[in-house]
C-alpha cells in the first residue's frame, strides 16, 4: 500500500482561522496531505492584530512531539511561530531525531505589525534551527533580520537568499518579494541554482495569513514527493490563487482563500 502523505506543523494557533496551525492545517486538507499539529503558543488574534499570548509548556510541547513521532510516519513538517529560546530549544532537540524534510516559516511579526518573537530568538533562530532547515522562507523583512543586511531590490533578495545558504547554513532558501512595489516575485536558491516565480500584484488589503498559506501548501507538495522547484511553483500558483480570492472578513486584513484553487467556489 502506498504510504498516504503526512505532514506536520509546529507553530502558533489563530483563533480567528487565518494564519497560524489552523491556516496550516486547512492547507494541508486542501491539498490531500494528511495534516498533525503541535501547538507552541496559543495566540489571541484576528484580523486587526494581536491582544493575547500563552506559551505552552516547555515539557507539553516535547510530549506533543513525541507523541506524533511515536505514532504516525510523516514525510515533510514545517515550523512557525517559536516565540522564545526555550519553545525553540524544546523543538530543535527533538527535531535533531528526525530524517524528513523540514520548512521553516521564520514568523517574526504579523501583517498587522505585532511582534511574536523575542529578540533574544532571533539569534537563536539563525544559528540553530536555521541551519537544520531543508528550506527557509522568509519574506522581505525577515530576511533583513537574518542577514542582517537592507533589502530593497530584486538584487538584494538574491543576494540574501545565497547568503542564508552559504553563510548561515540552510540548505535552501525562499525569499519572498511581497513587499516590493512593482510585482509579486519570490527568489528562491538551492545552494547551486536561482530560481524566479513571478506572479502579479494582487490589490487587496486581505492577505492574513499569506506566509502560513504558502510554508504550509510547500509542506504539502513536498510530502507528496515533488521536486523542491515544483514544490514552490505549486505553492506559489496556490497562495496567488488564495489572495485573488480573498476573503473580505474581519475589520482589519482578511484571510486568504485556501480553497479559491478549486473551479468552483464553495457558496
Known sequence: MKPIPAALTIAGTDPSGGAGIQADLKTFQELKTYGMSVITSVVAQNTTGVQDVHHIPEHMIEQQLKSVMSDIPFQAFKTGMLANPGIMDAVAEKISELNVLYIMDPVMVTTSGDTLISEDSRDYLRDILLPMSTLVTPNMPEAEVITGEKIDTSEDMQQAAKQIVHEFGADAALVKGGHLQDEAVDFLYDGKMMHTFSTERINTKNTHGTGCTYSAAITAYLSQGC?????????????????RDSFPIGNGSGPTNQWAHRAERVN
Open 227 to 243: 521536486t523542491l522547484s515544483d514544490a514552490v511553483q505549486n505553492a506559489k500558483d496556490f497562495i496567488t490563487a488564495a489572495i
